[in-house]
């Protein structure tokens, strides 16, 4: 029979390589609520996603099984961080890619940085991330720097 994503655990060179569309626009969701939010539950996970309170926990549990997440209280674990920090950097060069370079419009470019972010393989993943640290801000980026 064979295996599904439910059932490969990360490994050890990174938990990215095990990550699939799915876990990673929950461990993104659960990265961006717990900083943007005073409490970090499910059904907060679930309103930042568009889905139910169930089809949450489900996919935490899922997370929790990978050791991606840890319950009680609801956090990432340290290789959930890691992965979602690296996740989140992709989404943002990838998001950059297709909005300056590739010219697509905000809410294509932010669809299809998400999308990407998850599938890219590793060695395509630095590739951007690498690209994208090179690249002056945007206008975007430097308006939502903090000011200090």
């Not at 996970?45 to 139910?52: F, H, K, M, N, T």
């Not at 990838?94 to 890219?120: F, P, Q």
Request: proline share 7%.
């Amino acid at each position: 029979m064979p295996r599904t994503h439910h059932d490969i655990p990360p490994t050890g060179a990174h938990p990215c390589v095990a990550s699939t569309v799915s876990t990673a626009r929950y461990l993104l969701a659960i990265f961006e609520v717990d900083r943007d939010e005073p409490r970090l539950t499910a059904a907060a996970v679930a309103r930042r996603l568009g889905v139910s309170t169930p089809s949450a926990h489900e996919m935490i549990g899922r997370l929790e099984t990978m050791g991606l997440v840890e319950r009680h209280p609801l956090k990432l674990s340290a290789d959930g961080m890691s992965t979602a920090l690296v996740l989140s950097t992709r989404r943002r060069a990838a998001r950059r890619l297709a909005h300056d370079v590739l010219g697509m419009d905000g809410e294509s470019a932010d669809e299809e940085a998400h999308h990407l972010a998850a599938t890219l393989s590793p060695m395509l993943g630095r590739r951007l991330t690498d690209w994208y640290n090179k690249q002056p801000p945007s206008d975007d980026e430097e308006s939502a720097a903090p000011q200090g």
